[in-house]
């Protein structure tokens, strides 16, 4: 399988190398050349989650000798995930829940980045590549803490990870602040996430510094969606929940399903795409966005416009205008046009907006939450059914709703509940009516797990004990700089 870039397709690489570089050198990003079908889905319907895996993963990762390939899927999803299905679905109202935060970070991203160090250690070895990697992240929350905690102390590697100083809640940033490990790098951004992920694309794409960090025996590579060891992981997870819906005897073979994503930077709902167009059986996509809803707002007009405020909300890991996936999206349905999907990308640079015409969009749906609905939404899910869901996945739900009174449809819908409730614990406490007043995170914490009954995350129990080990902060601009500095180079 090669891969090629959304704006330039004569660029070819293979999986191997797109994993090491992230981002294609022109700015664009790498998709698979086609996207590979999987036959007899209904062969697969026993497998166990690393069996699956290695079913999908392979008919991507095709540079990769089997065994290998077969080792890495071993060591990412083992013991580390706090269930031995690593991602339990769980039936609450009208709806599945795909809880894909039973990770040691409690966020969906340790399902790609439990996994994305040994890929790209398998990936140097293959490329007999003899440089240290540094890899830039840039978070809204999520993404930070889990690539954080997946590359700490990998040997060759170093992580440096830029989040918005204001734009993430009181435990991702207690997460990101406290990690460990001599190679980890974490700073506080003046500004917000669309200025973090613009300065590191800024980074890559500044030939000058990339050939000074060459002579300086270091390669560039991302832990974000924009790379395809980012992206291909996740497609496994929607698999795995039709299968166990199957399994469980909730749908019959071959019966569609829908999939509602909070959606941010679009890379978990277009792995949901991929699945699709391999074969599993969707009836819609359902795009849910948070007030900042560039993306729902582009499914319903074809237009993409960023030219607003970013909004902070209670679901910071979605507070983006600038969504880096959405461009493969155009590039599959432009039927691989790159010449087109580099216009519409200088537009958006330009001018803030670009216009599609003609772009089928109709396998997606999308509406958007307001802070108010998500509260509703927390309540009403507790309330109900004993269930407990953090404001991400609260948005998705929400928009489920919506999208189940406008057309009637009912398909059985999984939810992609792509965090825990205890990253997010004000907006969820006080969505279910608990008194906050003069407490702190811990408390509030605390009084979650006791009113609803639900245990407390370790990973946040032992947050409480662990020292601030990250002190940095920088403005966009200051961003190469600070990197001058960890990896000391030209300095
Ligand atoms: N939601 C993100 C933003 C970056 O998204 P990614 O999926 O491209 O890493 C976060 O939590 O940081």
Same mark, same amino acid.
């Given at each position: 399988?090669?891969?090629?870039?959304?704006?330039?397709?004569?660029? /070819?690489?293979?999986?191997?190398?797109?994993?090491?570089?992230?981002?294609?050198?022109?700015?664009?990003?790498?998709?698979?050349? /086609?996207?590979?079908?999987?036959?007899?889905?209904?062969?697969?319907?026993?497998?166990?989650?690393?069996?699956?895996?290695?079913?999908?993963?392979?008919?991507?990762?095709?540079?990769?000798?089997?065994?290998?390939?077969?080792?890495?899927?071993?060591?990412?999803?083992?013991?580390?995930?706090?269930?031995?299905?690593?991602?339990?679905?769980?039936?609450?109202?009208?709806?599945?829940?795909?809880?894909?935060?039973?990770?040691?970070?409690?966020?969906?991203?340790?399902?790609?980045?439990?996994?994305?160090?040994?890929?790209?250690?398998?990936?140097?070895?293959?490329?007999?590549?003899?440089?240290?990697?540094?890899?830039?992240?840039?978070?809204?929350?999520?993404?930070?803490?889990?690539?954080?905690?997946?590359?700490?102390?990998?040997?060759?590697?170093?992580?440096?990870?830029?989040?918005?100083?204001?734009?993430?809640?009181?435990?991702?940033?207690?997460?990101?602040?406290?990690?460990?490990?001599?190679?980890?790098?974490?700073?506080?951004?003046?500004?917000?996430?669309?200025?973090?992920?613009?300065?590191?694309?800024? !980074?890559?794409?500044?030939?000058?510094?990339?050939?000074?960090?060459?002579?300086?025996?270091?390669?560039?590579?991302?832990?974000?969606?924009?790379?395809?060891?980012?992206?291909?992981?996740? !497609?496994? +997870?929607?698999?795995?929940?039709?299968?166990?819906?199957?399994?469980?005897?909730?749908?019959?073979?071959?019966?569609?399903?829908?999939?509602?994503?909070?959606?941010?930077?679009?890379?978990?709902?277009?792995?949901?795409?991929?699945?699709?167009?391999?074969?599993?059986?969707?009836?819609?996509?359902?795009?849910?966005?948070?007030?900042?809803?560039?993306?729902?707002?582009?499914?319903?007009?074809?237009?993409?416009?960023?030219?607003?405020?970013?909004?902070?909300?209670?679901?910071?890991?979605?507070?983006?205008?600038?969504?880096?996936?959405?461009?493969?999206?155009?590039?599959?349905?432009?039927?691989?046009?790159?010449?087109?999907?580099?216009?519409?990308?200088?537009?958006?640079?330009?001018?803030?907006?670009?216009?599609?015409?003609?772009?089928?969009?109709?396998?997606?749906?999308?509406?958007?939450?307001?802070?108010?609905?998500?509260?509703?939404?927390?309540?009403?899910?507790?309330?109900?059914?004993?269930?407990?869901?953090?404001?991400?996945?609260?948005?998705?739900?929400?928009?489920?709703?919506? +999208?189940?009174?406008?057309?009637?449809?009912?398909?059985?819908?999984?939810?992609?509940?792509?965090?825990?409730?205890?990253?997010?614990?004000?907006?969820?406490?006080?969505?279910?009516?608990?008194?906050?007043?003069?407490?702190?995170?811990?408390?509030?914490?605390?009084?979650?797990? /006791?009113?609803?009954?639900?245990?407390?995350?370790?990973? !946040?129990?032992?947050?409480?004990?662990?020292?601030?080990?990250?002190?940095?902060?920088?403005?966009?601009?200051?961003?190469?700089? !600070?990197?001058?500095?960890?990896?000391?180079?030209?300095?």
């Amino acid at each position: 399988m090669k891969y090629i870039s959304t704006r330039d397709k004569t660029i /070819s690489i293979s999986s191997s190398e797109g994993i090491i570089q992230g981002l294609s050198k022109e700015g664009g990003l790498f998709v698979p050349r /086609s996207i590979p079908k999987l036959d007899n889905l209904m062969a697969l319907k026993e497998m166990e989650y690393k069996g699956l895996a290695y079913v999908i993963m392979k008919e991507f990762f095709t540079d990769f000798e089997n065994d290998r390939l077969k080792n890495c899927i071993e060591k990412a999803y083992d013991n580390k995930f706090s269930t031995d299905h690593i991602v339990p679905v769980i039936k609450a109202g009208d709806a599945f829940f795909l809880e894909l935060f039973h990770g040691p970070t409690l966020a969906f991203k340790d399902m790609a980045l439990s996994i994305l160090p040994y890929l790209l250690k398998e990936s140097m070895r293959i490329n007999n590549i003899q440089k240290e990697i540094a890899i830039l992240t840039a978070t809204s929350g999520d993404t930070g803490k889990a690539a954080l905690e997946g590359f700490a102390n990998v040997k060759g590697i170093k992580i440096i990870v830029f989040f918005p100083e204001y734009g993430v809640s009181q435990v991702q940033k207690m997460q990101m602040l406290t990690q460990e490990g001599n190679n980890t790098f974490v700073v506080g951004i003046n500004g917000n996430f669309d200025d973090a992920q613009g300065g590191v694309k800024d !980074i890559f794409n500044n030939n000058h510094f990339i050939n000074l960090l060459g002579k300086n025996n270091y390669l560039l590579s991302s832990a974000n969606s924009i790379n395809i060891g980012r992206l291909i992981p996740q !497609i496994v +997870y929607y698999f795995h929940g039709y299968l166990t819906l199957l399994r469980e005897k909730s749908i019959k073979e071959n019966e569609k399903i829908n999939i509602a994503v909070p959606t941010g930077n679009f890379g978990n709902i277009l792995a949901a795409y991929y699945a699709k167009e391999m074969g599993l059986p969707v009836n819609k996509l359902i795009c849910a966005s948070n007030e900042n809803n560039v993306l729902s707002q582009f499914i319903d007009t074809g237009i993409y416009d960023r030219r607003r405020r970013l909004i902070l909300t209670s679901s910071p890991s979605m507070d983006i205008l600038l969504s880096s996936n959405l461009e493969r999206l155009l590039f599959h349905l432009s039927g691989g046009d790159s010449v087109l999907v580099k216009d519409k990308m200088v537009e958006l640079a330009e001018l803030g907006y670009y216009k599609m015409d003609n772009l089928d969009l109709r396998d997606f749906y999308g509406s958007y939450s307001t802070e108010e609905e998500v509260g509703f939404e927390i309540n009403k899910m507790f309330m109900d059914n004993n269930h407990l869901i953090d404001p991400h996945t609260a948005v998705a739900y929400n928009v489920y709703q919506k +999208y189940k009174s406008e057309t009637n449809d009912n398909t059985k819908t999984i939810i992609a509940s792509t965090a825990s409730p205890f990253k997010f614990g004000g907006k969820v406490v006080s969505s279910i009516g608990i008194d906050i007043n003069n407490k702190d995170e811990f408390e509030i914490i605390e009084k979650l797990g /006791s009113k609803t009954n639900v245990k407390i995350p370790k990973a !946040i129990e032992d947050l409480k004990d662990k020292e601030i080990a990250h002190k940095n902060n920088c403005d966009r601009e200051g961003m190469e700089d !600070i990197l001058r500095k960890f990896l000391k180079v030209g300095i």
